[in-house]
């Protein structure tokens, strides 16, 4: 009998082992089927949003033109929900193609057969890459957290009590209910919010020891730390990081985060001038804080946003309210600027003091896209400060790009003799080759043809053959065809550059041709060199 019962175990035992090892199989097969259904789903997820994402953010720009520029609140409720919603929309996608076996037809609506069949092997590329940016930036931004609230620790000292007895008068007036710790740091240069739970407020120990500012000056920096408290703006900014790490792909969702961002410093500095009560010393804080300039990614700080756009914002309220941007689009707040600042409409002084912003910007900021903006903007004024301060930029900023939109500023705005040597000056000696170029342009469309002397004697005499061309392109473009006719028949004939030469016979071509269409006559011979 034991016999017999070893035998019949010993027997059985392939058997058994065979629908183990048919299980296993059947078990890794399964496995891999789901792990390859779960990458075609997220393949398929970050595909839809490629055109969620971007259905969402053509969505907020066309309400942001809607929206008035002075309803910051309504503008950053929106950019937030949008933002969301970008997250929403993949997600919602993602749960529905892996809730059953039909996630495939999803694709489908948006694909031929013939392009599915295309994209489908790239997927698992598509997820591999997405899951390493997303590692990497996850990284990043713990780096950027625990180096921020190091801040909150290293390198502080207490301030004095009279700073603290402000930021508790100014807390009531905001109504700001959480306790807020208030300390120097001195590894920052502009105030900042660390913490969401229990908020610490960052100020400079330059601020202390003489930033220029005025107690009311500070006071309003103060207040617009204490509505980034009041807002919970720490909290959000730590959620909107997340959503960038996970959308980081795609340039919409950075677009509309920058509106968040943006529209949150102007919600702030709303609360902060009805917490001061001038906003003329809140912008010229915000001037002051521009040259102290350096905060930590993580931290919410008054120099944050736009600093042209937010100063202007600030300074001409009623001009943005009485345009309504929905009859111009986005241009309406520049149209509005250069009524005020030209016509003398709106508040009454609102205009000089947006001047004096404007140039205290262009001249004193360290940042060179600050300066740029800046000059841009001063084309609208035009008095003897902005013709004096956008000649010293157009002959000695030290940045390439801040010149040449000076020089281009100084010609639309002060098309005179004066202007016309400025420019001939700088289309002969400045450093940088464009910004020579940008100077026989400008010179060349200045009004009643008041340059064209000066570019007509650049295209014969100017050592560099690139200002030259230039030249020869403003001559054909702006003179008179009998006089550029003349002028490139000579050039065409004496100078000894190749491509100068090709130009200035390609331009005579053209105005000849031109000619002949308008008057019936024939076309004058191109010129050459052995004329």
Known sequence: ????????????????????????LRISASSRRGSMSAIHTLGWTLMHSLWQCALAAAGLAALLTVVPARAARSRYALSV?????????????????????????????????????????????????????????SARLASGLLATWRLAIAGTRPVPEAWRQALARLATRLRVSRPVRLVASALIRVPAVIGWWRPVILIPVSVLTGSGLTPLQLDALLAHELAHVRRHDYLVNLLQSMIETLLFYHPAAWWVSARVREEREHCCDDLAVAACGDARVYATALLGMEQLRGAPPLAVAASGGSLVGRVRRLLLPAAGDAFPRWRAGV???????????????????????????????????????VRHNAVKELRRA??????????????????????????????????????????????????NEQVMREAVETLGRMKNSAGLPVVIDIARTHP?????????????????????????????????????????????????????????SRPAPPASRGA
Request: aromatic share 4%; proline share 7%; net charge positive.
């Open 1 to 24: 009998m034991l016999g017999r019962n070893v035998h019949y175990v010993t027997a059985t035992r392939p058997v058994d082992s065979r629908r183990c090892i048919d299980e296993h």
């Open 81 to 137: 929900a949008t933002l969301l919603l970008m997250v929403a929309l993949p997600l919602a996608t993602g749960l529905r193609m892996g809730s059953g076996p039909t996630w495939t037809d999803i694709g489908a609506h948006a694909f031929t057969t013939r392009m599915r069949a295309a994209v489908e092997p790239a997927l698992p590329w598509a997820v591999a890459l997405w899951l390493g940016g997303v590692l990497l930036l």
């Open 331 to 369: 241009l309406g707040v520049g149209l509005a600027l250069a009524v005020v600042i030209g016509g003398g409409w709106g508040p009454p002084r609102s205009g000089p003091v947006a001047v004096d912003s404007l140039i205290a910007l262009a001249t004193r900021s360290h940042d060179p896209e």
């Open 382 to 431: 035009r008095d003897a400060r902005t013709r004096a301060t956008l000649i010293a930029l157009a002959r000695s900023d030290p940045d390439d790009d801040v010149r040449d939109e000076a020089v281009e500023s100084l010609g639309a705005a002060f098309p005179d003799a004066q202007t016309v040597r400025v420019l001939a000056a700088i289309a002969r000696r400045d450093p």
């Open 464 to 520: 560099d053959p690139t200002v030259r061309r230039e030249a020869v392109k403003s001559i054909r473009d702006e003179a008179p065809r009998a006089a550029a006719v003349l002028v490139l028949r000579e050039i065409a004939r004496r100078d000894r550059d190749p491509d100068v030469h090709r130009k200035a016979v390609r331009a005579l071509a053209k105005v000849a041709s031109v000619s002949s269409a308008a008057g019936g």
